[in-house]
């Protein structure tokens, strides 16, 4: 089961982003349902046989990534928030393998967040919300900060604590 998931993992990385999430490529109405299914399917197959140690490769948490926001970027205010929740709030895996990441997908996504979405959409704020935390944390073992972290959620925190002692060396 592990190689035809990592064929299949394969075949689709090489397509657009936005097909992950979606049914049909052309059709209209896209449900929360579809995102559902393909955020199951990262926590429960994806998370057990495609993790580098304990997050996704640099270059598949790119690629989750830009299919969700590709899914906002044509979609209602209300379905966007409906897609960040159901796809930053449920997949732990996706946002930690983003803070892990940090710097190379902020470097890749940087101008695609600033240029298509503007700086006020919730996507901004999300990604300005990580870089917060990271640089935290950053601040935080260089002991220059309080220890009072900008994100209420501890596991989001511990994880930006763990990726920047992972990228010293520690």
């Known amino acids: 089961m592990q190689a035809d998931l ?4 394969r075949v689709a990385a090489s397509l657009s982003p936005y097909l992950f999430y979606v049914d049909e ?15 199951h399917l990262i926590n429960t197959y994806v998370r057990n046989f495609c993790c580098e140690g304990i997050v996704l490769p640099w270059s598949l948490t790119l690629y989750f990534v830009r299919g969700l926001l590709s899914l906002c970027s044509q979609r209602s205010q209300s379905l966007n928030s409906a897609v ?6 449920k997949s732990p895996l996706i946002v930690v393998s983003l ?3 940090y710097p190379v997908v902020e470097g890749a996504l ?31 073992l260089g002991q220059t900060l309080s220890l009072e972290p900008p994100c209420p959620e501890p596991w ?10 992972a990228s010293a060396g520690h």
């Open 25 to 39: 490529l052309w059709s209209s109405t896209f449900t929360v349902a579809t995102l559902e299914a393909s955020v």
């Open 156 to 165: 989001i925190s511990g994880a930006a604590i763990f990726a920047v002692c």
């Open 110 to 140: 940087g101008r695609e967040l600033c240029s298509s979405h503007g700086s006020s959409s919730e996507h901004f704020v999300i990604f300005n919300r990580l870089r917060s935390v990271y640089m935290w944390a950053t601040e935080l």
């Open 99 to 101: 803070i892990m990441h």
């Open 84 to 89: 960040l929740n159901q796809g930053f709030g």
């Open 6 to 9: 990592c064929s299949c993992l």
